[in-house]
């Protein structure tokens, strides 16, 4: 039988040192059926011309250079291009098993209907560390419906990023990532699995997610803060649009985000300053946090008022107070 082609999507910025790495396992797939689509954006070293000593050496690689633009455009950008089937996913500072694409297509032509198939990863650090992550946590769980992938995402039961994965490229029609925004990934595959019929799964790590020190999931500003918390939001008003969970888990999910949104709310205001006053940010951040507050269903567990009462003015000085007894500095 013919193999179906998959188009694998490498957004890529200044990272020089390691699109060598991340485009040899590429290329090294045992599963040969590729387009490999190069977007690069907006880079100040040597990314761009190495980007194009590939598509010379392979003809199986395309090039996009984009004068700006985050990974999002990127994302969106190399989908509008892609033409095979199926799509995959590789940050440009990571690397696969050679056999990913393989291990991972075997898995989609035996489950027919399946629209996703994930694997295990390896968190790999600069001192040379790998640690193995596995993507679902459910030791058994190898083959369920998109719905109940919505269900594991929204009650933080499963890993919310499009990699390690391979998708049917039909699943994508009408779903865009949000550009402008760094994680972009949670909220795109909750559209993206709701349009799902089956996602398959193999515990078997064959992605290796480089940790960067200097990486964008690594960077604490005021701006990735209230992204972050924008991205909460936007998956409350998911949830709550959609009512796929029972009463008991929306009100698990609204305590997560309600108390996660509360401490990148505190974070705002904490890194406020006169020369950066961010007061539409935290304007914007109390009315939604109001929204989801008097929301109906919205009943904050013990531990949630706890973490919220935390944060404020009255919290902050009975910590400190508690503090200073603790230390006898009367």
């Known amino acids: 039988m013919e193999k179906e082609r998959i188009s694998v999507i490498i957004p890529a910025h200044n990272v020089e040192a390691y699109l060598e790495r991340c485009m040899d396992s590429v290329l090294g797939q045992t599963y040969n059926e590729l387009e490999i689509i190069l977007v690069e954006n907006g880079s100040t070293d040597r990314t761009p011309e190495l980007c194009d000593t590939y598509a010379r050496r392979d003809s199986r690689v395309r090039v996009v250079h984009l ?12 989908v509008r291009l892609s033409t095979a089937p199926y799509i995959c996913f590789v940050d440009s500072d990571d690397y696969l098993d050679i056999r990913l694409c393989e291990v991972l297509m075997d898995k989609l032509t035996r489950c027919t209907d399946a629209d996703m198939a994930y694997c295990s990863y390896f968190s790999t650090y600069e001192d040379g560390r790998k640690k193995e992550q596995q993507i679902v946590r459910h030791k058994d769980l ?10 594991m995402l929204l009650l933080d039961k499963t890993f919310c990023t499009l990699w390690p994965g391979i998708f049917r490229k039909t699943i994508f029609e009408g779903v865009q990532f949000p550009e402008g925004f760094f994680y ?5 595959l909750l559209f993206l ?7 398959v799964y193999t515990p078997e790590p064959l992605y290796y997610y480089w940790q960067r020190s200097d990486s964008i999931t690594h960077t604490y500003s005021i701006r990735h803060m209230y992204q972050h918390f924008l991205i909460g939001f936007m998956a409350w008003e ?12 929306y009100r698990q999910f609204v305590n997560r985000i309600i108390t996660q949104n509360h401490f990148f709310y505190k974070k705002v205001v904490d890194t406020s300053s006169s020369q950066h006053p961010c007061k539409a940010e935290i304007a914007d951040m109390k009315r939604k946090t109001q929204e989801m507050l008097h929301e109906e269903w919205c009943k904050l567990s ?25 230390n006898r500095q009367f």
């Open 193 to 199: 699995s709701e349009k799902c019929r089956k996602v």
């Open 238 to 249: 998911f949830a709550k649009q959609r009512q796929m969970l029972n009463r008991d888990d």
């Open 184 to 188: 972009e990934d949670y909220i795109t």
């Open 302 to 326: 013990p531990r949630s008022m706890f973490e919220l009462f935390k944060h404020t003015t009255a919290g902050c000085l009975l910590r400190r107070y508690y503090h200073r007894l603790r």
């Open 142 to 151: 190898y083959t369920y419906s998109g719905c109940e992938q919505v269900r």
């Open 67 to 78: 004068e700006i633009g985050d990974v999002s455009t990127a994302r969106n950008v190399g």
